[in-house]
């Protein structure tokens, strides 16, 4: 029986160390390029968000430098209500578009992110909730746009 173990944890091990998996964001920190942003557009919150992120990436002796259009829209739709009309809960979604450009290549990237939040009681919690959830998709957004990037050749 112990034998068997040992055989499977094997097996395993062998399997895991050779499917070729590798971490998607793995080297995402190690980036040589810069973003200037050259117009902003749609919502504000929004936009403020995704400057402040795509901010990390603005060296000056960088390979590569891209000139980044944004445009942004946020949605908040009510997908559930109770028996008093009260919505319960809603659907966040976030639209961004980014047009990327540089000396020898340019390019759109269109990303929505959506996340179903449930209604909370107390108006403020769900305020700071909803502050959370844009915080969120907008990390997603911008870490898909800097993947974009660093696979650009």
């Keep these: 029986m112990k034998k068997l173990k040992s055989i499977n944890l094997i097996i395993i091990f062998l399997l895991f160390t050779s499917c070729g998996y590798s971490p998607l964001y793995k080297d995402l920190s190690n980036i040589n390029f810069s ?22 990436y603005n060296s000056s002796d960088a390979e590569k430098k891209y000139d980044i259009d944004i445009n942004t829209k946020y949605i908040k739709d009510i997908i559930a209500k109770d028996t008093t009309g009260a919505a319960t809960e ?7 578009t980014f047009k990327v450009s540089s000396n020898d290549y340019e390019n759109e990237f269109l990303f929505k ?13 769900e305020q700071d909730y909803e502050e959370d959830i844009q915080s969120n998709l907008v990390n997603i957004i911008t870490r898909k746009l800097i993947l974009q990037l660093s696979l650009v050749k």
Excluded at 113 to 125: H, P, R, T, V
């Design 35 to 56: 973003i200037t942003l050259s117009e902003v557009n749609g919502n504000r919150t929004i936009n403020n968000l995704i400057k402040s992120k795509l901010n990390n």
């Design 90 to 96: 809603y659907k966040l979604t976030i639209n961004a």
């Design 113 to 125: 992110e959506s996340f179903n939040m449930k209604s909370i009681s107390d108006k403020l919690e």
